[in-house]
């Protein structure tokens, strides 16, 4: 899973501030998953892009959390003005195409909100 | 609409044991199943997965699964526990178009010396 690079490792930010999450998939990928995991929970899905578009964002808050994969660059996941519930680790997985398996996933970020 | 259960959020055995780490599954189409691992402060590592082949599947690290689906079940196993096993396992079901994937709550293993 060394392939798909996120940064930062980990990530403390304070109540209100912006947290910014970047992910480089796999050489080759073009297909973004972005999932995040609550303390002693399994990982829930938040969105799928394709470069430059968001293909399901069904598992992403309605509020405060977007995210983008440019056409050149990382994918972004964003969240505005952070609370502490949004203290997690957040993966991101790459494929080279829809159907594809399996993903793979990058080591995540850890997320504290103080 | 898919979903995974794994029973035992905590599994600990001896060294040397057979591990058992159990889920079952629910889906309305024919299910990709895949177990993953996860050590500390790390990502997830793919041991196995079943994409609609042979039915008993043999993964990374002395590991293999059986998918049977008349018990919804894809139970993962190991002959043998070695201390390196200790870890946080997920068993994850995928529709196979869309490509999302849902996870189970995860078990913790840990291995008795």
């Known amino acids: 899973n060394a392939g798909v690079m996120q940064n930062p490792r980990h990530l403390v930010r304070r109540r209100g501030q912006e947290a910014r999450l970047r992910c480089s998939p796999m050489?080759?990928?073009?297909?973004v998953y972005w999932y995040r995991q609550l303390p002693e929970e399994g990982l829930k899905f938040m969105v799928y892009l394709q470069k430059e578009n968001i293909i399901d964002e069904s598992g992403m808050p309605k509020e405060r959390f977007s995210a983008e994969f440019p056409k050149e660059g990382p994918s972004i996941l964003r969240i505005q003005q952070v609370v502490r519930g949004d203290s997690a680790a957040y993966f991101c997985?790459?494929?080279?195409?829809?159907?594809?398996?399996?993903?793979?996933f990058g080591d995540g970020t850890r997320l504290s909100i103080l | 609409a898919q979903s995974v259960t794994q029973l035992g959020s905590h599994v600990s055995v001896s060294e040397g044991a057979l591990v058992l780490l159990r889920c079952n599954y629910s889906?309305?189409?024919?299910?990709?199943l895949f177990w993953y691992v996860q050590y500390p402060n790390q990502g997830l590592q793919l041991l196995l997965k079943?994409?609609?082949?042979?039915?008993l599947v043999k993964g990374i690290n002395g590991f293999e699964a059986e998918f049977k689906k008349s018990e919804t079940s894809f139970h993962l196993t190991k002959p043998s526990a070695h201390m390196s096993d200790a870890a946080e396992y997920f068993c994850?079901?995928?529709?196979?178009?869309?490509?999302?994937?849902?996870f189970g709550t995860g078990t913790s293993l840990t291995v008795i010396p």
């Open positions: 050489k080759g990928h073009s297909h």
């Open positions: 079943y994409t609609s082949a042979a039915t």
């Open positions: 997985a790459s494929s080279p195409e829809q159907g594809a398996q399996p993903q793979h």
């Open positions: 889906s309305s189409v024919p299910p990709y």
């Open positions: 994850a079901v995928s529709e196979g178009t869309g490509n999302q994937f849902y």
